[in-house]
């Protein structure tokens, strides 16, 4: 009957609502800014000597262990070791799937409101863009286009418990410290909007986006470098806002997040990349906006640890194209994740170490809690996270 679809809507409307508050209260639990390290396995045109890292069982500790070295006398050997901890740790070989499931849970609460952030950092090589991007086989895709197809899944679910959403997508790329908008020639009927010096595209569905994906990439600046014979020489931002709002009457609410992913050009050495002329340009650009990045997180951490005397403490968003970019994403009410990627040779072993270094500067951050987006349209006030929406669902 009529009666018994309403209650069982009404229902299943109360279930996704819980499941969602639970969600988010999950990962506050787990911390607003996180990072995960993934080993990427040895392809099989490479031929070198493997990395010697030891995983422990609960997926969070690792132990690398450099080349064993003559003692002082000549008489023994020692091998040195360094211990990281991380919040995961996926092991060479596992799945793009697998690695989206870990992450599935902070992407969806962009559209309850938050503000999302993933980083990709790593060398050159190390497999950044294939875990954000992927392959072309459906089961090698990346994180982006499986958030993307996790998102408009969500928003087409969302639209029987009496919310409606707006997608926008923007692209852009970071190269020498200057912002490139990667949309910046629309097709035909594509609906976009100027925000922060570069186009943001209306996008209805799915295959929209990963057409957009597929056009950025093509324009992206890639070169080889000794490192890498296919080495992105820019950072690659990609953004999707999400604007949503609830059309039962009396209950009208709006919600706006923000998911951005960023893949990140590689953090090596110039010594290692045997970079010459526009090439040494390039990688020192890249060190600099990296070293600016780091500054950023180092310094929301001190702004969230200080409480009333945060005012005190300088966020230095703009010491970089980069950084500016993300100052709605790296803000101390945001989530935060940072993928480390590491190369399995040992003839990489300093800029692993480096890299792993890097990014237990900021797992070791402590950044407050993140804030809701939420509006009640009829009152024009903000909605506190703490305010029950479960009669709305969302």
């Not at 003692?71 to 070791?81: A, D, L, N, P, Q």
């Not at 070169?223 to 953004?239: G, K, L, P, Y």
């Not at 650009?285 to 310094?299: P, Q, T, Y």
Request: charged residues 25%.
């Amino acid at each position: 009957s009529h009666v018994a679809l309403e209650a069982r809507a009404s229902l299943m409307a109360e279930n996704a609502s819980l499941a969602r508050r639970l969600n988010n209260e999950i990962l506050g639990l787990k911390g607003n800014v996180r990072v995960f390290c993934r080993l990427r396995p040895v392809l099989p045109h490479e031929e070198c000597e493997s990395l010697n890292v030891h995983l422990k069982d609960d997926c969070q500790r690792l132990t690398v262990y450099g080349a064993p070295e003559l003692s002082v006398t000549g008489m023994s050997e020692k091998t040195r070791s360094w211990d990281f901890e991380f919040d995961h740790i996926f092991r060479q070989g596992t799945s793009q799937d697998t690695v989206f499931e870990e992450i599935s849970l902070l992407v969806q609460s962009a559209l309850d409101g938050y503000r999302v952030a993933i980083l990709a950092y790593g060398q050159t090589g190390s497999g950044k863009t294939h875990t954000l991007i992927g392959g072309s086989e459906s089961e090698e895709a990346g994180m982006i286009p499986r958030t993307v197809d996790s998102i408009f899944k969500e928003v087409e679910q969302l639209k029987q418990n009496g919310w409606e959403f707006e997608v926008h997508a923007a692209l852009a790329e970071v190269y020498n410290d200057t912002v490139l908008d990667l949309l910046a020639s629309p097709k035909a009927g594509e609906a976009d909007e100027h925000q922060a010096g570069f186009r943001r595209v209306h996008v209805r569905d799915a295959a929209a986006v990963h057409a957009l994906l597929r056009r950025a990439n093509r324009e992206r600046h890639v070169a080889a470098t000794a490192a890498n014979e296919r080495s992105s020489r820019s950072h690659m931002v990609f953004q999707l806002s999400l604007g949503g709002h609830c059309v039962i009457p009396g209950q009208e609410r709006e919600v706006s997040g923000q998911l951005s992913f960023v893949d990140l050009a590689g953090s090596e050495r110039l010594q290692n990349t045997g970079a010459v002329a526009e090439r040494l340009k390039e990688a020192q650009h890249i060190n600099r906006s990296l070293s600016a990045l780091g500054d950023v997180i180092e310094a929301v951490c001190r702004k969230s640890s200080r409480g009333t005397a945060a005012a005190a403490v300088h966020v230095p968003f703009r010491n970089s194209r980069l950084t500016m970019l993300l100052r709605d994403s790296l803000g101390g009410d945001s989530k935060t994740l940072m993928f480390v990627n590491v190369s399995p040779s040992q003839e990489h072993l300093g800029e692993t170490l480096s890299s792993l270094r890097f990014a237990s500067k900021v797992h070791a951050c402590s950044v407050g809690v993140a804030r809701r987006h939420v509006a009640d349209i009829s009152s024009s006030a903000h909605v506190d996270d703490s305010l029950d929406l479960e009669a709305t669902g969302l």
